[in-house]
């Protein structure tokens, strides 16, 4: 609870920052060449209107097209120096030039070309940021952004210097609580899988792990402190990530909407995309020079997949919808706050929300709170289970008891137990008393004695056994295994251990009955 509250406070603390800000892009004009050109040699045709604007936007489709934004500074002596933010991290190239005094255009500050690391940025940042300097007078400049075969966010703000300065303070606070937390979460759920050894809580962990991972790379933090000198780490490490969290995500899927028990087909489905994407990491750590080379194909890959696991989780909760309901209720709350996170976002960057309502990418948000969500709903499983873990633990010591009340019964004089001999079809002959368990092996029984190190082998079913032995002392407690209940030493939820130490299944089908046997006997 700390940690939620931790996590709203920061974000208050923060809100108040994105005020400051203000978007570029209705100030400016988009201008598209399919080739690189100098900046000079830019404006030379825009000045003869061989090259014609367009209203900027923040949002481009997959294109050939490298972007050139064009805007002003009425820059006033009482202006402080300004900051432009380009918040995406996965461009591929981004230079800024300024108007000199000559009418021509000098680079001030790059990010992303290939021929400079991340240390030599005009700004030490996740993101794209320039340092503006106050010019005293009105001035031109050019945003060049080259991320050719891939669609374009390209949210870019206008700060303050000092405002900014003070915001990249407070987001920095929030995301170490906020990556903090998501870890934490996984590492809780793992340590709870280990001790409860339920796979659902296991495939919690990796799949918050793996949300944790693909954040952190989508926020630029990958390229700020995994490897800064690698041009190529943000997305390559995205590819990677977004492959982990899918079939993480479906792995979760499969345990919380319990898709095994109640819709096979639907689970078998989801299986085979994940084989898909383990192909595809292989492929990814064997050659990614392929992925470059088909990029494109790639891009539908992904969206394909996205589109077929969405559709089976929509099938999968309308077919469990009464039979988990409050799995599915807690499900649909869950992604309700992602979708509207990154509904919120596109509504940003198209201008339809005010920017200044959200400090933080709210797609962020969303997520946080889809964690806090599904949290909620796996302790409350984690509760259940314990609950049921407890009233299976005192019916056992209930049964144990009746158990050691049934032998101590046979141990008197004035209590005889039913004794049968046995003729086996090999000739053999038993004493039924004398039989620990009979197990089933295909069409042949093996009966296993105290006195016989190998077990006695009939042609027989156990159902055939069952109804030549004393009523009174066998009991089927498996498909597989007959066991005499006066061998029994020791009962637990899923299994019994016989005077002689060996473990066998105790079968949920047949419980039942043992419990009735040993209630009647005693």
Not at 290 to 302: M, Q, S, W
Not at 324 to 342: A, C, D, N, P, Y
Not at 386 to 404: H, S
Not at 439 to 464: A, C, M, Q, W
Request: charged fraction near 20%.
């Amino acid at each position: 609870m700390s940690m939620i509250l931790i996590f709203i406070s920061t974000f208050n603390f923060t809100f108040s920052q994105s005020l400051e800000k203000e978007n570029l892009l209705p100030l400016s004009l988009t201008y598209k060449t399919q080739k690189k050109l100098s900046v000079n040699e830019l404006d030379s045709l825009i000045i003869t209107e061989k090259i014609i604007g367009t209203e900027s936007k923040a949002i481009h489709p997959t294109s050939n097209d490298i972007l050139w934004i064009k805007f002003d500074i009425p820059w006033e002596k009482e202006n402080k120096d300004k900051v432009i933010e380009l918040n995406n991290p996965f461009v591929n190239d981004v230079a800024l030039y300024k108007k000199t005094k000559e009418n021509t255009y000098e680079k001030i500050g790059y990010g992303g070309d290939k021929t400079h690391n991340f240390h030599e940025r005009s700004h030490i940042n996740r993101r794209f940021v320039f340092p503006l300097k106050n010019t005293l007078k009105n001035t031109s400049y050019y945003l060049m952004i080259d991320n050719r075969k891939a669609i374009m966010v390209i949210p870019i703000w206008l700060w303050n210097k000092q405002e900014f300065e003070k915001n990249e303070k407070n987001e920095n606070i929030f995301y170490i609580l906020y990556f903090s937390f998501i870890f934490f979460i996984g590492l809780i759920s793992l340590i709870i899988s280990l001790i409860t050894k339920k796979r659902l809580f296991f495939h919690y962990a990796l799949y918050i792990w793996s949300l944790w991972i693909y954040t952190f790379t989508t926020l630029g933090f990958s390229f700020q402190y995994i490897h800064p000198n690698n041009t190529n780490i943000t997305s390559d490490t995205r590819y990677f990530s977004v492959g982990i969290l899918i079939m993480t995500s479906i792995n979760f899927l499969i345990s919380f909407l319990k898709m095994k028990k109640h819709i096979k087909c639907v689970s078998k489905i989801l299986n085979a995309i994940q084989y898909l994407f383990i192909a595809f990491l292989i492929l990814y750590f064997i050659n990614r020079n392929v992925l470059y080379k088909y990029h494109i194909a790639l891009t539908y890959f992904f969206r394909a997949s996205y589109f077929i696991v969405i559709s089976c989780v929509l099938i999968g909760l309308f077919q469990i919808r009464k039979k988990e309901t409050k799995r599915v209720q807690l499900f649909i709350v869950s992604v309700f706050f992602v979708l509207l996170g990154f509904l919120t976002y596109i509504g940003i960057q198209l201008d339809i929300i005010p920017h200044y309502w959200f400090s933080i990418n709210p797609v962020i948000i969303g997520v946080g709170l889809e964690v806090i969500v599904l949290s909620i709903a796996i302790f409350y499983i984690l509760k259940n289970i314990l609950q049921k873990n407890k009233i299976l633990k005192r019916e056992f010591e209930i049964l144990q008891q009746e158990l050691d009340e049934l032998k101590q019964k046979k141990a008197t004089r004035n209590h005889r137990t039913e004794n049968k001999i046995i003729n086996l079809k090999s000739k053999a002959i038993l004493n039924s008393s004398e039989i620990f368990y009979i197990k089933s092996d295909g069409h042949y029984v093996e009966y296993f004695t105290d006195n016989k190190t190998n077990p006695e082998i009939d042609r027989n079913s156990l159902n055939e056994v069952l109804k030549i032995l004393p009523s009174s002392s066998f009991i089927r407690i498996h498909k597989s295994f007959i066991v005499n209940i006066y061998r029994i030493k020791i009962i637990n939820s899923t299994k019994v251990m016989l005077d002689n130490g060996v473990w066998i299944n105790l079968s949920r089908t047949y419980k039942q009955k043992l419990k009735e046997i040993l209630h009647q006997e005693v």
